[in-house]
């Protein structure tokens, strides 16, 4: 018998609950475990707020979005006695260790904790798909689904008005999510962080459409694109020791090809209607997965892993190891010369 705490840090994301799910389906029942949620992520086992969690408190949740047991970016490395307090509330739960759900910052402190001697399991969640050390992350499928949807819908009143749609969608420095909708969605342009644009190039590609008799065009562009020799747009300035706030840049790049081409151009950002909402099956099954495989590396004592999809398994990374690098999109891969050969422009 192991007794688990859980948490989900970060920004959330759809399939959160899927996991919470799997780890208490598959710790209580048969098995005998016992497992603890904590609230609002890292700040549960700092101060302590905890419930027991059981199949009948967690039942109905696997279709919901968001998260039970609440997220947030709290950082016990930036407290004093952050570690410490984390390692108290464990031993006075008299938990064997901790699975933490969360993206590359949490698991970033899953790391640091681990280090530590603080016996974690990390899961993998980001829309951003930016872990490196695993095939697929959970809540990516989702946010595709839903930014295809959005640009699905744009591309009518685009076409209708003969303007220019600009869309932001999220991914700060990967953009997996611009790349796969703005595929999916039959995109004229899309503007990668990985692939610096020149607005020249962008404009081009749209009047190229208007000489054809294509009055209308469709750029996707992720939230970290950045000009060639240029910097990423921020919403405002980060407070010291936070992660900068990105937003404007589909705003900046519509003005640009208005003022460029003469054409009418409108802007939208996606923003975190691309977090909401109910997780495809794909994240469903994912999340299950996860959630199952993190009680079993749990019962074996493999603490300081991360799950991993290495289809069709799961497999264990060092928590170290997950957390090493971004996956990036790189350039040249197949899908982004699928993309070109499809006509897509990158702006570069
Ligand atoms: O990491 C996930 C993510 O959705 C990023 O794509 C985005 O930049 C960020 O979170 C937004 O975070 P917040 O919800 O804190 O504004």
């Known amino acids: 018998m192991v007794r688990i705490g859980v948490l989900t840090g970060g920004g959330d994301c759809p399939g959160l609950n899927a996991v919470i799910r799997a780890v208490v389906r598959r710790g209580i029942d048969d098995h005998g475990h016992e497992i603890v949620g904590f609230k609002d992520g890292w700040r549960g086992p ?10 009948e408190s967690t039942r109905g949740i696997l279709p919901r979005g968001g998260t039970i047991l609440g997220s947030s970016r709290t950082n016990p490395f930036k407290r004093d006695d952050g570690p410490d307090a984390i390692r108290a509330t464990l031993e006075s739960l008299s938990l064997d260790g901790l699975i933490a759900i969360g993206g590359d910052g949490s698991l970033r402190i899953a790391c640091g904790l681990a280090e530590k001697g603080i016996p974690i399991i990390g899961v993998p969640k980001t829309i951003d798909n930016d872990l490196a050390a695993t095939v697929a992350s959970f ?22 008005h003969e303007r220019v749609m600009v869309v932001e969608l999220m991914g700060r420095y990967c953009g997996w999510i611009a790349l796969s909708a703005g595929i999916a969605g039959s995109a004229d342009v899309i503007l990668l962080p990985e692939i610096p644009y ?8 749209i009047m190229a459409r208007e000489a054809s008799g294509r009055h209308f065009s469709m750029v996707v562009c992720a939230e970290g694109a950045m000009p060639v020799g240029g910097e990423m747009t921020l919403l405002e300035k980060p407070e010291p020791g ?29 923003g975190h209607l691309q977090r909401g909402g109910m997780p495809t099956a794909f994240d469903r099954m994912l ?3 996860f959630g199952a495989a993190a009680v079993r590396l749990a019962e074996e004592g493999r603490w300081g892993t991360m799950v991993a999809y ?14 090493a690098s971004l996956k ?15 006509g897509i422009s990158f702006g570069d």
């Open 46 to 55: 700092i101060e302590g707020a905890h419930e027991e969690l059981s199949v």
């Open 139 to 160: 809540g990516f499928d989702t946010a595709v689904t839903t930014a295809t949807d959005a640009i699905d819908k744009l591309h009518s009143t685009a076409e209708s």
């Open 198 to 205: 020149r607005i020249e190039k962008v404009c081009e590609k």
């Open 242 to 270: 936070r992660e900068a706030r990105l937003g404007g840049v589909a705003d900046k790049v519509a003005r640009a090809i208005e003022k460029r081409t003469g054409k009418e151009t409108r802007s939208l950002v996606l």
């Open 287 to 289: 999340s299950l997965r």
């Open 310 to 323: 290495d289809p069709p398994d799961m497999a264990a990374v060092p928590l170290a190891e997950a957390v």
């Open 328 to 342: 990036t999109v790189p350039v040249d891969c197949d899908t982004v010369r699928t993309a070109r050969e499809l």
